[in-house]
């Protein structure tokens, strides 16, 4: 072989272990193995087997795989094997602001999704995130728990101009595109003064939300409504936030339009988008740019080519992109946020 195709071998062989380190997260995750070794400390798979109730031989060989994958640590010593405390951060922690266990379980039902996506490939047509069952949804609350709470609550929201004194006083707050209502309830209980209402088009997910509020004890001042994104409900919002969700729509422009006519007079709305470049050259030194085009290609894409509209955004619009979108609205007062609040988002504060 040449030492290009060996190259190219050796890249594709490599790949196939990555991709094989996905079930072995998941079965991590559901059998609480990642939690029990940060919380127990190092263990044998027989010392693990009795810790947990599960059976030693297939502990014994998924401790293997997700050692030779560079998860868990091992000790010839000792025979035990460890979770290192970088890794309980991000594998064993849904806390931890550098959790990223939750989007573990949504693999599989991406993976489920490839016989719909090849199709559309072939019609254009698409499916919208109601489409892939519950479990992507699920992931998507979890995953995003942590970086609102450290991210939304503590920092961007708090970073828009004259905002956190309002939410203070008392604000009247949309979020739409709300999911399960995480960004939703958690601000919620961060101003207690101010009313929020969580809109979305799954009809499941505010189901979920509006039971998810009963139990954060913010339902008096929370509520949840079936509605599109060019169609809520409601007007003199002094907040709209659009989380992760701009790119989904088939009609961006008409969203930002019809929140713009939601705003209060001085009211602001709020856009987190993932990170991309305008150029993708650029995009080829980015972190997050794997993730997120095959996110896109798999999910944002197929979403908002469901949908009205149709214009297929795509999850790495990109700043130039969006900030056109957020004009086209009616917004005309546009400001970034700066990078260093959100490593791999991008945040816009826009005025009318």
Known sequence: MTTTIEAAVGKVFGELGVFLSAPMLILGDRLGLFRELAAGGPATPAELADRT???????REWLRAVTVGGYVAYDPATGRFALPPEMAAVLADDASPTALIGVVPSLQDLLNQVPQVEEFFRTGTGQGWADHGPGLAHAQA?????????GLINAWLPAID??????ERGARVA???????????????????????GIDVDADAIAEATAAARRAGVADRTKFQVATADG????????????D???DMGDPVGAVAHAR???????????????????????????YARIGYAIS???????????????????????GRLQHILTEGGLRSIRRLPPSLAPFNLLFEARP
Not at 53 to 59: F, I, N, S, T
Not at 144 to 149: D, F, G, N
Not at 175 to 197: E, K, R
């Open 261 to 287: 006519s939601r705003l209060a007079g001085d009211g602001v709305v709020f856009v987190a988008e993932p990170l991309a470049a305008d150029r993708f050259e650029d995009d080829l030194s980015n972190p």
């Open 162 to 167: 004259g905002l956190p004194a309002k939410l």
């Open 53 to 59: 109730g599960l059976v030693e031989r297939y502990l």
């Open 297 to 319: 290609t798999l999910v944002c894409t197929p979403s908002s080519l469901s949908q009205p509209g149709a214009l297929g955004l795509g999850a790495m619009a990109g700043p």
């Open 175 to 197: 979020d739409v595109g709300c999911g399960h209502g995480v960004s939703t309830i958690l601000a919620a209980q961060a101003w207690p003064a101010s009313t929020f209402v």
């Open 245 to 247: 969700c701009l790119h």
């Open 232 to 243: 809520y409900a409601g007007d003199g919002y002094d907040l709209i936030m659009i989380l």
């Open 142 to 150: 979890r995953f995003t728990r942590p970086l609102y709470v450290n």
